[in-house]
């Protein structure tokens, strides 16, 4: 699954875990806010 | 505030890049870092020096995708040479061995085919880049030591005759990653029992990157001197497109950042349809720069 933000930035690829009926994010092409990498 | 690291350019993307013969992928991959002034590059799914077509690279945070893109799908326009075995199962090597190719009857040869197709074990190259106890296995071959390579499994998707001509056999193979064509040449050599290698090869496609529409490392060059590296890159959605989508609130950066789940009941706007595409991403033109 591409997971996009409202402003369609793609920021992760993640997969549901059917188990807790939750996605879990398996690649994120973000980092958090303040974290080292600068993705605007 | 953290540092940035002096040669990390602010370039994010990916690249359709079609390579030439003669190089290896790593060259490309060089290549791409001193253009743009970068060290996150990276390819998906090496081609041989001897090979050429598709060769997708992934530029700045993208080359997390680089696992991802090198999983899909892969076609090949391959040239075979009957009746001649070689040491790399590539023109590379030395001859080993020529043997008369049998009279290939439009049944016969389709029978042969036909042990290729759907999911099989295939032994690699001894002259290949996996490593064996620590060393790549084209190392030990090289000093006459060739390994015995496990066979691994793999899928050929279609295998159709492009034109038989013998000695020549022009081969369309479209196959799961991990599949080597070289090795399929060599098989479908002992199969019809005479011996084969393989003389030319063109990757056509790998996932959504066609040969259509890749970039050679002058065009990058070009795009890169006149400031125009948009021509060359293409935003991620493009290479992905075969996923479904989600859409999330802002609130969830954070947890994405982080790499912690959420509960599917909050994620807001999804479509499972992979082939519904978002007003923004179909907007935009094929090789703009993805979103900032």
Redesign the interface.
């Known amino acids: 699954?591409?997971?996009?933000?409202?402003?369609?930035?793609?920021?992760?690829?993640?997969e549901?875990?059917r188990r807790?009926?939750?996605?879990?994010?398996r690649?994120?092409?973000?980092?958090?806010?303040g974290?080292?990498?600068?993705?605007? | 505030m953290?540092r940035?690291r002096r040669d990390d350019a602010?370039v994010h993307g990916l690249m359709n890049v079609s390579k030439a013969r003669g190089f290896t992928s790593h060259d490309v991959v060089a290549v791409v870092r001193r253009m743009l002034g970068t060290r996150r590059v990276g390819h998906a799914g090496t081609l041989d020096p001897l090979a050429e077509g598709v060769l997708p690279v992934c530029v700045g945070?993208?080359t997390?995708?680089v696992d991802?893109i090198a999983d899909t799908e892969k076609g090949y326009y391959a040239e075979v040479e009957l009746g001649v075995r070689t040491t790399t199962d590539d023109a590379e090597g030395e001859v080993v061995e020529r043997h008369d190719v049998p009279p290939l009857t439009t049944e016969r040869l389709d029978a042969a085919l036909s042990a290729f197709r759907g999911p099989i074990e295939q032994v690699p190259p001894a002259f290949s880049a996996i490593k064996v106890a620590g060393r790549r296995a084209y190392d030990l071959a090289r000093r006459g030591d060739a390994p015995e390579l496990a066979a691994r499994p793999v899928t050929i998707h279609r295998l159709d005759v492009v034109r038989c001509a013998p000695p020549s056999l022009v081969l369309l193979v479209v196959c799961s990653k991990g599949t080597y064509i070289r090795s399929l040449a060599r098989d479908l050599g002992e199969t019809i029992g005479c011996g084969a290698h393989l003389t030319r090869l063109v990757r056509l496609w790998v996932g959504s990157f066609g040969l259509e529409d890749a970039v050679s490392l002058e065009e990058i060059s070009t795009a890169a001197s006149a400031g125009q590296l948009d021509t060359v890159l293409r935003?991620?959605?493009d290479a992905?497109a075969a996923?479904?989508?989600?859409?999330?609130?802002?609130e969830?950066?954070?947890?994405?950042?982080?790499?912690?789940?959420?509960?599917?009941?909050v994620?807001g706007a999804?479509s499972t349809d992979a082939r519904v595409r978002?007003p923004?991403?179909a907007a935009r033109p094929r090789r703009a720069r993805?979103?900032?």
């Open positions: 699954m591409r997971v996009y933000d409202t402003r369609g930035r793609l920021l992760a690829l993640a549901h875990d807790r009926d939750a996605w879990q994010p690649l994120a092409l973000i980092s958090p806010p974290g080292d990498d600068d993705d605007g | 953290p940035r602010d945070r993208y997390r995708l991802v935003p991620a959605d992905l996923l479904p989508a989600l859409v999330v609130p802002e969830r950066l954070i947890d994405i950042g982080h790499g912690r789940p959420w509960p599917a009941t994620s999804q978002y923004w991403t993805p979103p900032a």
